[in-house]
């Protein structure tokens, strides 16, 4: 596909990509991906009669980073995006921190966005577990000592709580160079998240219908974390599918999200 631009509110480039001619869906990615990790399920829906776009949210992949970063950017880039379709309806959907960029955008950055679907934005201080400010401050350390691949790691043990083979696994992966590439925002994504607790003035905001999904083989906090978001939105829902630890097989997904997009 042909890789397009826009310009954010504070002159930040931004590229996307969009799959199909239908209304379309702007995918939001979680922490350490690109645009590439969206294009599964953007195909997908564009199977189902949607259009997919992917984007590289700030400081990733072909996208430009101004700074200083705060999440009230982030929310203005998504609905850059969004205006840069020329579409009289646009949907979003958030994987993830990806979530949270949603909510920011259809809260407080104007975007016009008719419904939002989140997969386990991750507010575990929902569930008591809260973001560790300790934890979140060696992250940034490694990341100015430019220590990429420590902060990953430390990134994907201390602060997400996988086990160590999972971390070595990680290690061992075609992805891994790919992540310590960007590992410099994983400080925009704690930055999002705050300390785990609800946003609840920014989910009040929140006028749209919103879907909260969560797989049924997350950990329980996770789970508990998409019910609550999903209480506390005006119009939200939740629902479990099936699928393993925080993903859904795309060709599963894309279903679930056309059905709730088409009212």
Known sequence: MTVRFTTSLDGTKLAYEQFGDGPPVVLAGGALTT?????????????????????????????????????????????????????????????????????????HAGAALSRLVLFEPPFTGAAGELQDPVRVARLIELIGQGERSQAVAHFMAEIIGLPPQAVEGARRSPAWDDMTKI?????????????????????????????????????????????????????????????????????????????FLAG
């Open 35 to 107: 645009r590439t990790a969206g294009v599964p399920l953007a195909r997908q829906l564009a199977g189902l009669g949607l259009s997919g776009v992917v984007y590289d949210r700030r400081g990733r992949g072909d996208s430009g980073d101004t700074e200083p970063y705060a999440p009230a950017r982030e929310g203005e880039d998504l609905a850059a995006v969004a205006a840069a379709l020329g579409a009289g309806e646009v949907f979003a959907f958030g994987m993830s921190s990806g979530g949270l960029v949603v909510l920011e955008a259809a809260a």
């Open 183 to 259: 590992a410099h925002t994983l400080s925009y994504d704690t930055t999002l998240l705050g300390d785990g607790t609800l946003p609840t003035e920014t989910l009040a905001a929140v006028r749209v219908p919103t879907l909260v999904l969560s797989s049924d083989a997350s950990t329980p906090v996770l789970q508990d974390a998409a019910r609550a978001t999903a209480r506390a939105l005006p119009y939200g829902e939740h629902r479990a599918v099936p699928g393993a630890f925080h993903q859904v097989p795309p060709e599963d997904l894309a279903p679930v999200v056309r059905d």
